[in-house]
């Protein structure tokens, strides 16, 4: 009867232990899942913003007098909603381009040129905010 009793506490303390591991587990597999989901979201959201960026150039080269006027303006991309600043300054425009979903979002800034005589469009600079 004695023997009973001492296999009972080692089958406890092998089950406790067996719950732990895969409760880590668990809580790991969630861990990575959030991290996974977070780094899709961030590509997504930079995507976006690139897209209204390529907006822009893409209304550039059609109309270089392009933002007549000077508002901002709104496109999708996906799930993404996209605002667009332009500000003209010469044959310069500031592009500012936000990408916003799931109080998530990217912001990217770009420098573009317009040739006023040629109506060529060329990118100076792209840089994340």
Do not use: C
Request: net charge neutral.
């Amino acid at each position: 009867m004695q023997k009973g009793f001492a296999v009972l506490p080692i089958i406890l303390l092998v089950s406790v232990l067996i719950f732990e591991v895969a409760a880590a587990g668990i809580f790991i597999l969630y861990i990575s899942q959030q991290t996974g989901s977070t780094l899709r979201r961030q590509v997504e959201a930079l995507a976006a913003a690139e897209a209204g960026i390529h907006d822009v150039l893409i209304r550039s080269i059609r109309d270089k007098n392009f933002p007549t006027p000077e508002v901002p303006y709104d496109i999708t991309a996906g799930d993404w909603a996209v605002t667009i600043t332009v500000v003209k300054n010469g044959d310069e425009r500031a592009v500012t381009s936000s990408a916003r979903a799931f109080s998530r979002g990217k912001t990217l800034k770009a420098i573009l040129t317009v040739a006023s005589s040629t109506g060529q469009v060329t990118i100076d600079s792209v840089v994340e905010l």
